[in-house]
C-alpha cells in the first residue's frame, strides 16, 4: 500500500462497506477498436450479481449454455482463482472461489469507475494547495486514498498484487489486459487525482467517454519532447516579462495583469496551434480583463509599441469617437502560424466592462464567418472564449449562450472555453459567489466536457488545451479548460487584496511563480541551461525595450488600429463612406408584383399547408392583384427585393418564423408530412442571396447579442432580431446599452442590425404595450438645442452622426421603405424599429404599390395632405404623432368632422429629428396651434424627447402642447376600462380647440 499516494491534507473519517452505492457499469458501449473484447461486461444493469449467478450456475452445469464471452470469462477467472489460493489455507470449493473472484472484478470495475466519476474531487488542483476547488473538503468514499478504503469493495490489502482483468470502458491498462490491483489503483490515481481533475462521465454519449479515457488514460499519453518544451518555457517567459515590463514602466497604471496565471497564454496559443493544424483558419476569441493586454501582444500579436502607446495619457485620438480604455479594446490580425505554417486569422472581439456580454457576440460573429465561407461543420471557424471564475458562475448571458450552442442557426460548431480561476471574484470568496462545486457547472447542462488543471503544472495545461482543442475540431461541441491558478496582486494593480484575503496572500506572497518553477525543473533535467533561459528573457525584455522607444514617437491615437472586425472594400481608403448620398429605395412594379406572388404561393409541389394559411396566401394574392402591401406584405417586398441584390437577410427572434402574431408566416409546414418545411422567400430568384429565418431560444440578452455579433461580420446584411413584445428587450438591456448604442463611439466599429419591436397601448395590460421608445430615444446622441444647418445631404449627414435610427412606422410603405435604406446608406447604423401589433391587420394600415415603386422613398415625415392640406390658413391645430395612435386621430378628427381645422402630421423617423421636416410642415401652417398627441404616458414614449427640439425649431416663438397620458409608473393599465377611458379623455383633449387657450408656455 505504500505506493498509494496518501491525501493527508483531504483526510477524514471514511464509512466503508457502502456497498449499497456502488456505481453500476456502463449499458452498451463500443469496444475500442485494440484490447480485449467488449464482452462479459456489457448489458450488465442494476442486480448485476445476482445475474452473474444465475449465468454462473448455468456455466456450471454447461458451459455451451451461455453466451462464448462468458464462457471464457468463467474459465479464465477459475483458473485465475486455483492460481491465487494462498499457500497453506485449504482451497476453497471452486464455486466459492469464483463467485468471489467474479465478484472482485466486478468490484474493481466500479472502483475504475470511481475514478473517472469522482476522481477531479481529490486531484491536486490549487496552486497554493489551501483550497478545494469544488469547495469541498470531502473526499469520496470510493476512491482508495487510504488502505482500509478497500474494503468499500469488499476488497482487502491481501487483493493489492492479485491481477485483474480491466474492463474496455479503460484505457489505463495500455497494451496489457490485466493489471494488479496496485498498479490499477497506482494509474487511476495518476489520470485522475493528480494536477488534471476530469469532469465527463457525465456525457451520454459512450463514444465521447471512451475518446476522453483514451486521451487522458493511456500510458504515457502526456509526454512532451524538448522542443516542445522549449516553446512553452519561451511562452511563459514572454507571458511573465510582458507583464513585469508594464508594471516597471507605469507602476500606477491599471492593466489587470495576469500574474498568477501567466500559463493561459501558451494555453490559448496551444489551443490555436491545434486547431490550426486541424485545419482551422480563423479564430474568433472573446474575454475579459484579466490578461487581455498580454493575450493582445502575445497571442494575437499586436504591435507592442501600439499598445504601449495606450498608456500615454497625451496621445491626442485621431478618429471620431469617444474611445474606451485599453483592455476593452478589439483587434484583427492575420498571420502565419509558427507551428504550423499556415495562415491564421484571429481577432479579439472588443468588450464592454459588463462581464461575459461579448460572449454570445463573438458566436454571432463566428457564426456569420461561418455562414460567409460557406464553412458548414464549423471546419475553418472556430471561436474561444475566456471567462473568470467568478463571471463565470454568476453572469446568466453565459447560461443563455450555451444554450445556443447546439441550434441549428446558432451553433458555431464548438467554442473551447477557458476559464482563469483565480478561485477570487474582486474581494469575494468563491464560496460567496456561487453555489455549485465548480465554477464551470454550467457547462454541465450541454454535456461539454470539463478539464480542471493546475495552472502551476505547465505541461498539465498545454496537454489539457491540445486535447481541448483537438475535442472541439473531432466532435464539433464544446468543452472547458478550468485554469485553477491564483491572482498575484488585488484585483487590479492599485488594489489591497491583504484587506479582505489575508491568509490566502500570504500564501500567495510565498508562491514561487511558475517561470521560475518551470525553468528550474527544465534546467534540472537538462533541457535548457541557465545561460540558455536568461538570454531567451533578455531577448524579449529588448523587444519590449525598443517597442517602448517607438511608442514615445507616437502622437496620436488611431482607434481605427484596433477594429476587430474590418470590412474590406466598403468604405474608403481613410476608412470615411465612399459617398454621402442615399439611393432612393422604391423598386419596380414587376419586381413588386414578383414577389407578391410568390408569397401567396407554396413553390414545393406536393406541398399540403393548412387551410388557415392558404386563406392568408389568398388574401396577399388578393393584395398583390390589388397593387396593394399590409405589413407582413411589405416586409415581403424588402427582403425579397434586398436579396435579390445579393443582401443575405437574416430573420432571428422567439417564434419569428410564423410571427407572434400569426401573420408573417415565413416557414410553411406540411400538415402531413413531418418536419417537411418551405421557405418561399428563398425561392424568389435563381441567383437570389439566401434568407435565413430562425424561432431562437428563449432568450433576448443572449440572442440579441448573438444577432449583433452576426451583423458585425459583413455591411451586405439585414439581420434584424425581433423581440416577441418589444419591453422584453429589456432583458437585453446590456447589448442595447454596451454595444448598439454605443459601439460606434468606443469602437469606431458600424453595426447595421435591425431590432423589431412590437409596440402600442392596446390594453393588454403593463406588460406587453410598451417597447420602452423613451430609452432609445434617451440615449439618442442627437443635440437637442443646436438649431441645425440645413445643408442638402441633411438627411445622410444626420443619419451619419448618430449613433442610432429609432423609427415609429404608420404604413407598411414607410417600413419597407426604411428596411431597404438600411442596406442602402454608404454606412451602418443600428436601426430600432418600434412595430405595429394591431395595425398588421388594420383595414386602414395598407399602403399602395405606388408608394413603393422606382423613385419613391422613405419618408422621415408624412405630412398631412387631406382636406386640411387644402387650406392651410384655416387650419387651427396642427398635431404631430407618431405610429398607431394617427389612426385614432384620423377616425376621431372625422368622427367631429373637423378635418379642414385640424392636421394630422406623423414622425416616421423620431431620431435624428427631421429638423428640416418639421420646420416646413409648422411653417406651413401659421395660425394652427401645435400639438404633439402619444398614447403613451406622459413619462414615457416621445415626448420628452421631442419637445426640445420643438423648441429649437420654433425658436421658442410657438408652443407644443401636450395630450396623452398622465404621467404613470407602469407603461400601461391592466384594466380594460381604464384604458379606454383614458382614451377617450385624450382624444377628446386632442380635438377640444379651445383645451390650452389662456394657457402660458
Ligand atoms: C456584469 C458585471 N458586474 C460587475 C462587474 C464588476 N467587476 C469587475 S471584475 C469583477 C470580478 C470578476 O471576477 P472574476 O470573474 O473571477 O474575474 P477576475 O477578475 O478574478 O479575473 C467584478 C465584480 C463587471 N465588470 N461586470
Ligand atoms: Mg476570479
Not at 475504475?112 to 486531484?123: E, F, K, P, T
Not at 518544451?229 to 491599471?254: I, N
Not at 508562491?511 to 518551470?518: A, C, E, R
Not at 415581403?636 to 436579396?643: C, I, K
Request: charged share 25%.
Amino acid at each position: 500500500m505504500s505506493q498509494l499516494r496518501l491525501l493527508p491534507f483531504r483526510l477524514r473519517a471514511q464509512a466503508t462497506g457502502l456497498l449499497a452505492t456502488r456505481a453500476v457499469p456502463e449499458r452498451n458501449w463500443r469496444s475500442r477498436s485494440s484490447g480485449p473484447p467488449a464482452a462479459f461486461p456489457s448489458g450488465l444493469g442494476g442486480g448485476s450479481s445476482s445475474y452473474m449467478e444465475a449465468m454462473y450456475s448455468a456455466w456450471l452445469e454447461n458451459p455451451q449454455s451461455v453466451h462464448k464471452s462468458w464462457d471464457s470469462f468463467f474459465q479464465k477467472t477459475s483458473e485465475e482463482a486455483s492460481h491465487a489460493a494462498p499457500e497453506g489455507r485449504p482451497v476453497p470449493s471452486q464455486r466459492t472461489t469464483t463467485s468471489k473472484l467474479v465478484e472482485d472484478h466486478l468490484a474493481v470495475q466500479s472502483l475504475i469507475r470511481a475514478y473517472q466519476i469522482r476522481g477531479h474531487h481529490v486531484a491536486q488542483l490549487d496552486p497554493l494547495g489551501i483550497l478545494d476547488a469544488d469547495l469541498d473538503s470531502f473526499v469520496p468514499s470510493d476512491l482508495i486514498t487510504t488502505i482500509d478504503k478497500l474494503a468499500f469493495y469488499d476488497l482487502g490489502e491481501a487483493d493489492l498484487d492479485k491481477e485483474f482483468q480491466l474492463p474496455t470502458t479503460t484505457f489505463i491498462g495500455g497494451s496489457e489486459n490485466t493489471l494488479s490491483l496496485r498498479e490499477i489503483i497506482r494509474r487511476l490515481e495518476s489520470t485522475y487525482c493528480q494536477h488534471i481533475g476530469l469532469e465527463f462521465m457525465f456525457i451520454n454519449d459512450v463514444e465521447q467517454c471512451q475518446w476522453i479515457r483514451q486521451k487522458f488514460e493511456t500510458p504515457g499519453v502526456m509526454q512532451f519532447s524538448s522542443e516542445e518544451k522549449r516553446t512553452l518555457l519561451a511562452r511563459l517567459v514572454r507571458s511573465m516579462r510582458f507583464e513585469d515590463f508594464l508594471a516597471r514602466k507605469w507602476s500606477s497604471e491599471k492593466r489587470f495583469g495576469l500574474e498568477g496565471c501567466e500559463v493561459m497564454i501558451p494555453a490559448l496559443k496551444t489551443i490555436i496551434d491545434k486547431s490550426s493544424e486541424m485545419g482551422i483558419e480563423n479564430v474568433i476569441l472573446g474575454m475579459p480583463h484579466r490578461g487581455r493586454l498580454n493575450v493582445l501582444a502575445n497571442v494575437i500579436r499586436k504591435d507592442l509599441e501600439q499598445i504601449f502607446c495606450q498608456f500615454d495619457p497625451k496621445l491626442e485620438a485621431a478618429d471620431e469617437g469617444s474611445g474606451d480604455v485599453k483592455y476593452h479594446l478589439g483587434m484583427y490580425h492575420e498571420r502565419i502560424n509558427r507551428v504550423t505554417n499556415r495562415n491564421i486569422t484571429l481577432s479579439l472581439v472588443a468588450n464592454p466592462s459588463h462581464l461575459e456580454a461579448v460572449d454570445p457576440v463573438v458566436q454571432g460573429k463566428t457564426k456569420a464567418e461561418q455562414f460567409y465561407r460557406g464553412d458548414t461543420q464549423g471546419r475553418k471557424v472556430m471561436s474561444i472564449l475566456v471567462h473568470g471564475d467568478a463571471a463565470f458562475a454568476g453572469q446568466g448571458v453565459v447560461y443563455e449562450t450555451f444554450h445556443l450552442s447546439d441550434l441549428p442557426s446558432y451553433t458555431t460548431n464548438g467554442t473551447v472555453h477557458v476559464v482563469v480561476n483565480n478561485q477570487i471574484g474582486f474581494t469575494t470568496d468563491p464560496r460567496m459567489a456561487r453555489s455549485s462545486p465548480y465554477p464551470t457547472d454550467v457547462a454541465r447542462v450541454v454535456n461539454a466536457p470539463i478539464f480542471h488543471v493546475n495552472a502551476d503544472d505547465p505541461e498539465a495545461v498545454i496537454y489539457v488545451c491540445s486535447v481541448a482543442a483537438e475535442w472541439r475540431n473531432t466532435f464539433n461541441k464544446d468543452v472547458v479548460v478550468d485554469l485553477v491558478c491564483y491572482r498575484r496582486r488585488g484585483h487590479n494593480e492599485m488594489d489591497e487584496p491583504m484587506f479582505t484575503q489575508p491568509l490566502m496572500y500570504k500564501q500567495i506572497h510565498r508562491q514561487v511563480p511558475v517561470l521560475k518553477k518551470y525553468a528550474d525543473k527544465l534546467i534540472a533535467e537538462g533541457t535548457v541551461t541557465l545561460q540558455e533561459f536568461e538570454e531567451e528573457i533578455a531577448k524579449y525584455d529588448r523587444i519590449c525595450e525598443e517597442a517602448y522607444g517607438r511608442s514615445k514617437d507616437k502622437k496620436i491615437l488611431h482607434i481605427k488600429h484596433w477594429l476587430d472586425s474590418p470590412w474590406p472594400g466598403f468604405f474608403n481608403m481613410d476608412g470615411e463612406p465612399k459617398s454621402m448620398t442615399c439611393p432612393t429605395t422604391g423598386i419596380p412594379e414587376d419586381m413588386l408584383t414578383h414577389i407578391g406572388t410568390v408569397a401567396s404561393s407554396v413553390p414545393l409541389e406536393d406541398f399540403k399547408i393548412h387551410t388557415g394559411l392558404s386563406r392568408i396566401l389568398r388574401s396577399r394574392a388578393d393584395m398583390t392583384r390589388k397593387r396593394l402591401v399590409d405589413w407582413a406584405l411589405a416586409e415581403y417586398m424588402a427582403f425579397g427585393s434586398l436579396l435579390k441584390e445579393g443582401i443575405h437577410v437574416r430573420l432571428s427572434g422567439q417564434d419569428v418564423e410564423r410571427g407572434t402574431f400569426s401573420h408573417r408566416h415565413h416557414v410553411l409546414h406540411d400538415q402531413e408530412v413531418d418536419r417537411r418545411t418551405c421557405v418561399p422567400m428563398n425561392h424568389l430568384w435563381p441567383d437570389q442571396a439566401p434568407y435565413t429565418v430562425c424561432n431562437s431560444s428563449l432568450s433576448e440578452y443572449g440572442v440579441l447579442g448573438f444577432e449583433l455579433g452576426y451583423a458585425m461580420a459583413s455591411p451586405n446584411a439585414l439581420v434584424l432580431w425581433e423581440a416577441q413584445f418589444g419591453d422584453f428587450h429589456n432583458t437585453a438591456q446590456c447589448i442595447i446599452d454596451q454595444f448598439i448604442s454605443t459601439g460606434q463611439a468606443k469602437w469606431v466599429r458600424h453595426n447595421g442590425i435591425v431590432l423589431l419591436l412590437p409596440h402600442g397601448m392596446e390594453g393588454m395590460g403593463p406588460e406587453h404595450s410598451s417597447a420602452r421608445p423613451e430609452r432609445f430615444l434617451q440615449m439618442s446622441n442627437d443635440d437637442s438645442d443646436a438649431y441645425p444647418v440645413f445643408t442638402e445631404d441633411f438627411e445622410v449627414s444626420q443619419l451619419y452622426d448618430c449613433n442610432w435610427i429609432v423609427v415609429n412606422c404608420s404604413t407598411p410603405a414607410s417600413y419597407f421603405h426604411v428596411l431597404r435604406r438600411q442596406i442602402l446608406l454608404p454606412f451602418r447604423k443600428p436601426l430600432i424599429i418600434f412595430t405595429p401589433k394591431s395595425l398588421l391587420r388594420h383595414p386602414e394600415a395598407k399602403s399602395s404599390f405606388d408608394q413603393m415603386v422606382s423613385g419613391t422613398s422613405f419618408q422621415r415625415v408624412i405630412p398631412e395632405d387631406g382636406k386640411a392640406a387644402q387650406a392651410p390658413g384655416q387650419v387651427r391645430r396642427l398635431i404631430f404623432c407618431t405610429g398607431k395612435v394617427y389612426y385614432d386621430l384620423v377616425k376621431e378628427r372625422s368622427s367631429q368632422g373637423l378635418d379642414g381645422q385640424v392636421a394630422l402630421t406623423r414622425l416616421e423617423q423620431i431620431s435624428p429629428f427631421p429638423f428640416d421636416l418639421i420646420r416646413q410642415e409648422a411653417e406651413r401652417f401659421p395660425g394652427a396651434e401645435l400639438v404633439w398627441c402619444q398614447e403613451e404616458h406622459k413619462n414615457m414614449g416621445y415626448y420628452d424627447y421631442i419637445s426640445p427640439r420643438f423648441m429649437t425649431i420654433l425658436g421658442r416663438t410657438r408652443p407644443i402642447w401636450y395630450v396623452g397620458r398622465e404621467p404613470a409608473a407602469a407603461p400601461a393599465t391592466g384594466n380594460r376600462n381604464t384604458h379606454l377611458v383614458s382614451l377617450r379623455k385624450f382624444l377628446d383633449t386632442a380635438f377640444d380647440l379651445r383645451a390650452f387657450e389662456g394657457k402660458t408656455f
